[in-house]
């Protein structure tokens, strides 16, 4: 925190002299009120992919994009988490990060490989898969996120590619829905302090490698097929059974206000209606030209959608699919759901020869972009399909050769506004003590 001042040193310093004693209590007042107010930890946290179990790529974060500035970085390490203070992240270890300082609060060898990591109750949790001679085996593996020590593992059927953690519909715990890819299971495993329990298996569905949560459903999809699984019970029920097989999961992206989801893949971007108590799956609109099926969707806090192709970031209406604002640049990446807070949405640009890889922050209400978050310009261009995280006050672009941690930078606070009230009240203290008492006798 830096403090400028509004007038010369020797100035001020004797300004302060002269008052120090009226002003100290009331100086220090200022200081810590101005601390708590620019240092106090974020209260929005990044706890798993795309933000939460809906994956809406969301943060409730009211930070000014346009104030952003670089302020640390992780070469190596991707796909970040923000909890509290804290980063959590993998590259050549699990690691654990400073938000404000980067400063590194335990690594752990054992932690860097496997799928990504999500959050839950001081624990991070992620499949990893481990080999024992000719064998390969599968596990849900749990640290301790205040230290990286490994906790426990929970042994899974096959690979596993997708993690969605969310708190059981009766008792609360914590619950980690693990998901293979094409014909693979999908378990329901309860997250206890020291062991974990398998719940239901539902196996050889056509999808399960993205998981998104919509009250009592899982919802998942793959090329051609769409599934709800009850989340009490494992019972898989499909609502699109096509001849197609195989390709990428689709990540499903859901909007719990409105009891919608939506559904990007070849067919083009699909919103569907469920109204949360096992009835039907009703699809409302189908378009088609909007987004080529890598990416998935952002939805704000008005429901409005955000995707991108390879020229136009779209804002979409969620009632009809209608284009409601979009703005062109030839960089898109048609990988990379671009991520909305409060005030901004930010939309990966790839990198271009000597160009990027960017992020561009537009202003959420008007589009008009706010400031341009640079990547290094020797970068090559590589194959991107995670954007970053956000808190209150920070930004982490992950960039493919590492994290790139921006903080909103405050705006410079003079020392005179900080003490000047102390002063002027000192100076009104000292003239009622030159005030005669009533009674007093003037003296000639």
């Given at each position: ?303 409005h959608l955000y995707t991108t192709n390879d020229q136009t970031l779209f804002e979409i209406d ?127």
């Amino acid at each position: 925190m830096h403090l400028r001042t509004a007038f010369a040193p020797g100035r001020w310093r004797a300004a302060i002299s002269r008052h120090a004693t009226g002003a100290t209590l009331a100086f220090s007042a200022a200081i810590v009120f101005f601390s708590a107010t620019h240092c106090a930890y974020a209260a929005v946290d990044w706890q798993q992919a795309q933000h939460d179990a809906q994956r809406t790529s969301r943060s409730e974060s009211a930070l000014d994009p346009a104030k952003l500035a670089l302020v640390w970085s992780a070469p190596g390490y991707h796909e970040p988490l923000i909890v509290g203070n804290r980063v959590f992240a993998r590259g050549p270890t699990g690691a654990a990060f400073d938000v404000d300082t980067g400063a590194v609060l335990w690594q752990n060898a054992a932690e860097a490989g496997g799928g990504r990591s999500a959050y839950a109750n001081g624990m991070l949790v992620r499949a990893q898969d481990r080999t024992v001679g000719s064998n390969v085996f599968y596990d849900l593996r749990v640290v301790d996120a205040d230290t990286g020590v490994f906790k426990y593992s929970v042994p899974l059927p096959g690979a596993n590619t997708g993690i969605v953690i969310a708190p059981d519909i009766t008792t609360g715990q914590p619950v980690a829905y693990a998901g293979g890819g094409n014909r693979g299971n999908v378990l329901a495993i309860r997250l206890g302090a020291t062991s974990g329990t398998t719940l239901w298996t539902s196996a050889n569905t056509l999808a399960g490698g993205a998981l998104s949560i919509l009250g009592d459903s899982l919802i998942t999809a793959q090329v051609d097929h769409y599934y709800r699984i009850d989340r009490a019970t494992g019972v898989v029920t499909s609502f699109k059974n096509g001849a197609l097989q195989g390709g990428l999961p689709t990540v499903t992206v859901v909007d719990a206000q409105r009891n919608q989801f939506y559904i990007n893949d070849g067919s083009g971007l699909n919103a569907f209606a469920y109204n949360g108590t096992g009835g039907a799956i009703t699809q409302l609109w189908n378009k088609t030209g909007i987004a080529r099926g890598e990416a998935g969707v952002a939805i704000d806090s008005d429901g409005h959608l955000y995707t991108t192709n390879d020229q136009t970031l779209f804002e979409i209406d969620p009632l009809n699919g209608d284009i409601l604002d979009s703005v062109n640049n030839t960089r898109y990446s048609r990988t990379a759901t671009p991520v909305v807070s409060a005030n901004g949405v930010f939309a990966y640009v790839a990198a271009s020869g000597i160009l990027g890889p960017d992020v561009i922050a537009y202003s959420r209400s008007t589009l008009d972009p706010l400031i341009t978050l640079s990547g290094d310009r020797n970068t090559p261009g590589t194959t991107y399909s995670g954007l970053g995280a956000l808190d209150d006050t920070h930004f982490i672009f992950d960039h493919p050769d590492g994290l790139r941690v921006y903080q909103v930078v405050p705006e410079p606070t003079s020392l005179w506004v900080l003490v000047a009230p102390a002063i002027l009240l000192r100076r009104r203290q000292q003239e009622r003590e030159r005030r005669p008492n009533k009674g007093d006798t003037p003296a000639y």
